[in-house]
């Protein structure tokens, strides 16, 4: 990135998120809503390493009961059985049945665990003012921010198989506490991942620019 | 930054947004939410928690971890979390993770065992674990001794600990058909089974538990008879053929009936764990009770064949004890066989009553009295025929007019009681008799004799034949003297009819003997 671009903020100008209206702030204030769409505008997003970092601290708890409790609870004739993800996993482990226990180990547990760690990468490497690596960080952040909304597809599932799978006596399915939790952890990456401003890892990198020059 | 004072376009001013702002985001509140929802799991999980058992089984056919549940009346109070050999390989040791508040189930007498499908004649039990899978059950103890070990049990328990009732002991010399599970009837109703059995450290008999549920268990006495209500009991006696049965199910399995004898209805209800006798049926069950019975030993000369331990000593009828024991025993010197039957006599049935008992007196020697009385006067044992179509003996104790005076040896134990032949051996002994006097008949000499008379007697036939020719010859019609005695039967004739005429004018006239036959008026 070279140092000669030239940013709507140094210029004191700030563009609308949703309508991308180039505007700027009304005099002697900061912030100020867009004059044509009137979203909330703001150079960064408003204290994005604050809220990311709540989402994440919240998801990071929150996943330790997704992991522990059970899932689901399924009720057959012959008794009833709740499953963690991970006791979903063992029981889905078979020759045969493998892949398919890799799609729940890796969409489950790797992912937002994933998640999680890459944004609590992106937040320090944003608050310590690092410059390395920014185009791997924001691919980083782009993927994350990609599979957020598919995050959910277990959470579906879950609820599907609940809402369907209901013929009793012979057998029943409903969601355990773990699954809330579960859809925690999601929910709150996303949010993470919806507060963090990506602009902020290239601030680090214009604020060198401007302590060289 | 040379380019940042360069003119740009215009650019709309944003509009005013009115807003304080907090250092310190409300956002916050998130995480510490999750992290008060977390802790909350937790402690709800920690506080939970119930107590861990060890479980010792001898098999963990079925039982696996994290799976098979602990039930109690069916509802889950606990389940497998591990199954480990023991060291020496012959257990295996089961760790539960039971439910929280079930410290109270954890006593000493609380028992586990496995479920299984089980099919025994009296029941089928666990069918639903054909589905579910074998479950672990629990029964729990009234100890109030806390315990975390617990050996499992190798069958499950009869009678688990919520169904009210007392266990009672009978004894039997012989299991029969008897199981644990067995039902116990109570006029037809099944009111109890068979907890378990063993047999007595003497080997001489087996004790069976019953258990008998409330409120029937008040209806056993001390003076209550237990028997063997297993199959059919078919008994014949005069009254014909009578076929006793329980139910179906005790034909099929067996079964242990009891009954008090009606009299004994105010009597209180037994002990729990009172010991009684299981007798074989119930004509058994409720014979009298012998009071105080003697033993003697009867010496038969005979085949005893058909007497059999039980069978009835009687007295005109009436049984007054039992043949207890049936021996035999050979003479070496003279060879002679016999076999001595002991009987169990209750001499209070022939009316020798306590009551009866003069101060000073002792009752002992009251019945000897009355025994060497019946002996003095003849009374003898006899074997006699209960039954014809099975030849069943049984011993009869009458009195045998003119039989020879014995005395009884009282000094002997058992003392001995003098027999007299049964009816068959008297039929073979007067048979004999008359064979034995016939064979003294001297059948040769008479027959010699036979033989000269008969000669003689040919003689003197002979002779006989000359004599008949003559007197025919002299006999025959136109012999001289056949015409010679024709007329003088003629005059006899007319001489006989002469003195009629006389005789009959002499009954008219009889005065005529002194006046002389009057002149016929003219």
């Excluded at chain 1, 398919?100 to 944003?126: D, E, G, H, Q, R």
């Excluded at chain 1, 924001?138 to 198989?161: C, N």
């Excluded at chain 2, 009298?288 to 003697?294: G, I, K, N």
Aim: proline share 6%; aromatic share 8%; glycine share 8%.
């Amino acid at each position: 990135m070279s140092a000669t671009v030239s940013t709507a903020m140094q210029h004191g100008l700030q563009s609308c998120e949703r309508c991308a209206l180039l505007s700027r702030p009304a005099a002697g204030e900061h912030d100020g809503r867009c004059p044509r769409c009137g979203e909330e505008l703001t150079f960064r997003k408003h204290e994005s390493l604050q809220r990311t970092w709540a989402f994440v601290i919240g998801a990071a708890i929150c996943y330790i009961p997704a992991n522990i409790l059970p899932v689901l609870t399924t009720t057959t004739a012959a008794g009833s059985d709740s499953d963690t993800i991970l006791q979903g996993v063992i029981l889905l482990w078979s020759p045969t049945g493998w892949p398919l226990s890799l799609i729940v180990l890796v969409a489950s547990i790797m992912i937002p665990s994933a998640k999680i760690i890459a944004l609590v990468y992106l937040l320090v490497t944003v608050q310590r003012g690092s410059t390395a690596n920014n185009g791997q960080r924001v691919r980083m952040y782009r993927v994350v921010e990609f599979i957020g909304r598919w995050s959910m597809v277990d959470v579906f599932v879950d609820a599907f198989t609940a809402a369907l799978v209901q013929l009793q006596p012979l057998m029943s399915v409903a969601p355990a506490p773990g699954l809330f939790f579960f859809a925690a952890v999601v929910v709150l990456t996303m949010l993470a991942v919806e507060s963090f401003d990506p602009r902020l890892i290239w601030d680090s990198l214009d604020a060198k620019e401007v302590r060289h020059v | 930054m040379s380019d940042s004072d360069a003119p740009l376009p215009h650019v709309p001013e944003s509009r005013a947004l009115s807003k304080k702002r907090t250092r310190l985001s409300l956002v916050w509140f998130i995480p510490i939410v999750a992290a008060i929802a977390g802790a909350w799991v937790a402690v709800v999980r920690i506080l939970g928690e119930g107590p861990k058992v060890e479980i010792v089984f001898k098999s963990a056919e079925g039982l696996e971890a994290g799976k098979t549940k602990i039930q109690y009346n069916g509802v889950d109070v606990g389940v497998v979390t591990t199954v480990r050999l023991s060291d020496d390989h012959s257990q295996v040791i089961t760790t539960a993770q039971m439910a929280p508040k079930t410290e109270g189930f954890l006593v000493d007498d609380t028992r586990f065992w496995v479920v299984r499908p089980r099919i025994s004649g009296a029941n089928v039990t666990g069918l639903n674990t054909l589905i579910s899978g074998a479950y672990v059950a629990i029964d729990i103890g009234q100890s109030t001794k806390s315990m975390r070990t617990f050996v499992a049990l190798e069958t499950p328990p009869v009678v688990t600990g919520e169904v009210r009732g007392r266990f009672f002991i009978a004894k039997t010399p012989d299991l029969g058909s008897l199981d644990s599970g067995t039902p116990v009837f109570f006029r037809r109703l099944q009111v109890g089974q068979v907890a378990s059995y063993q047999l007595d450290k003497d080997g001489q008999a087996l004790s069976l538990k019953l258990f008998i549920n409330a409120p029937y268990d008040q209806y056993i006495t001390p003076n209550t008879r237990f028997w063997h209500a297993s199959g059919f009991d078919v008994s014949l006696s005069a009254a014909g053929l009578t076929v006793q049965t329980q139910s179906a199910l005790s034909i099929l399995i067996g079964g242990v009936a009891f009954e008090t004898p009606p009299t004994d209805g105010l009597a209180p209800p037994a002990e729990e764990n009172t010991v009684f006798t299981l007798f074989n049926n119930r004509a058994d069950a409720f014979k009298l009770p012998a009071h105080d019975p003697q033993t003697f030993v009867l010496t038969f000369k005979e085949s005893v064949r058909g007497l059999a331990p039980g069978a009835p000593v009687e007295f005109h009828g009436i049984a007054i004890g039992e043949v207890a024991e049936i021996n035999a025993q050979i003479d070496a010197k003279t060879f002679e066989f016999s076999a001595p039957v002991t009987i169990h006599l209750d001499a209070q049935r022939l009316g020798v009553a306590v009551r009866d008992l003069a101060p000073g007196e002792d009752i002992g020697s009251i019945r000897k009295k009355l025994i060497d009385t019946l002996v003095s006067n003849g009374a003898r044992a006899q074997l006699r025929t209960g039954n014809l179509l099975t030849g069943s003996l049984f011993v009869a104790f009458e009195v045998f007019p003119g039989t020879p005076a014995v005395t009884v040896d009282w000094s002997r134990t058992p003392p001995e009681l003098p027999t007299v032949p049964g009816e068959l051996a008297a039929i073979q002994a007067s048979v004999v008799n008359i064979i034995k006097k016939l064979d003294q008949v001297p059948i040769k000499s008479i027959g010699e004799d036979l033989e000269k008379t008969i000669a003689d007697l040919d003689r003197a036939l002979v002779s006989g034949r000359g004599t008949l020719d003559n007197a025919n010859k002299l006999i025959e019609p136109n012999s001289v003297l056949g015409a010679e005695l024709g007329n003088t039967l003629q005059e006899v004739s007319r001489a006989a009819r002469s003195v009629r005429v006389l005789a009959d004018y002499l009954e008219r006239h009889p005065e005529s003997l002194i006046r002389g036959k009057a002149e016929e008026k003219k």
